[in-house]
């Protein structure tokens, strides 16, 4: 496994990270998991494009450009050898003596980076969710560091026998713990809309465009729990989970739904890509 931290490469699990690194003490930056396939980087595009909004989000300028990003992830894989692996690129603030304020004094971004192999999944049977309350604050659009309330959200759902957790805010269905997440309705794709509550996942963001692709009716809507007994089928999506099958939807008693949940209807979804 192959490390990057500001410049050099590094094993990732020695290198030595400073105490009062803002990264480390607040929490303060933002990452991206990019997915490489045959060594290629898959999305790249997308993915330096969301991590330049996210920066812009929490006001830490940019330390390379897009075509430095790149730079930096081709030597990184190439330095590894490694080519179905993930690719994870994180952007703190920097190093400075702790206080909330934004260092006064101006300081370099730390940038740190990891390549791991990623294991071939093989076949998968569907998956299960685990609802539970969405605890997360109400700028999920950026992709920070922060990640306690989906730690502990993904963990419940594995303590439950589940893949992922079903993350409900204000009684409609949100995303996953770290997955968008997706219905079928009627011959009819339905995913949240990009707002404020959910990460405008790159995976997401293909299966859009292969729907506008292949004629699949999409609407971006938030559905309510009570709805799920409508529902055909349902997936979710990630650079990790990539595109998930769900069979199963275990409740939560704060959260209740309309009728009990019954096992939901497998109905895979076939892509045929024409290359
Ligand atoms: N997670 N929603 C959340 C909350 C996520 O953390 C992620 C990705 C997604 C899917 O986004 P994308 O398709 O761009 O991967 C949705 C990454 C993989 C992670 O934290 O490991």
Redesign the pocket.
């Known amino acids: 496994v192959v490390g990057y931290y500001n410049g050099q490469y590094v094993n990732p699990s020695e290198a030595a990270i400073a105490i009062d690194e803002r990264g480390h003490e607040f929490g303060d930056g933002i990452y991206e ?1 990019i997915r490489v396939y045959g060594g290629q980087p898959f999305l790249l595009e997308w ?1 330096i494009e ?1 991590l330049q909004n996210s920066l812009n989000a929490i006001r830490i300028t940019s330390p390379y450009d897009a075509n430095g990003y790149r730079e930096l992830i081709q030597n990184l894989l190439e330095k590894s050898g490694e080519t179905e692996a993930s690719i994870y690129l994180q952007i703190t603030r920097g190093s400075a003596v702790r206080n909330h304020l934004f260092p006064a004094a101006e300081i370099t971004p730390n940038v740190s980076a990891v390549v791991r192999p990623v294991p071939d999944k093989g076949e998968q049977t569907p998956g299960k969710l685990l609802m539970q309350p969405d605890e997360r604050w109400a700028n ?1 659009y950026i ?1 920070t560091l922060n ?1 306690l309330p ?1 730690i502990i959200a993904k963990q419940a759902a594995h303590d439950a026998g589940a893949d992922e957790a079903l993350l409900v805010r204000d009684g409609k269905m949100i ?6 997440l997706w219905f079928v309705r009627d011959g009819e794709l339905i995913t949240a809309p990009t707002d404020r509550y ?2 405008p ?4 963001r293909f299966v859009l465009e292969l729907a506008n692709e292949l004629g699949i009716p999409v609407r971006e809507e938030k559905l309510s729990v009570t709805e799920l007994s409508s529902i055909d089928a349902i997936f979710i ?4 989970s990539e595109i998930f099958a769900i069979d199963t939807v275990l409740s939560h008693p704060d959260l209740p739904v309309s009728t009990p949940l019954q096992d939901v209807a497998p109905h895979p979804i076939v892509v045929t890509p024409d290359t």
């Open positions: 998991v993915h969301r999920v992709k990640l989906n995303e996953s713990a770290s997955s968008n959910i990460l996942g790159i995976t997401r999506t990630g650079t990790l």
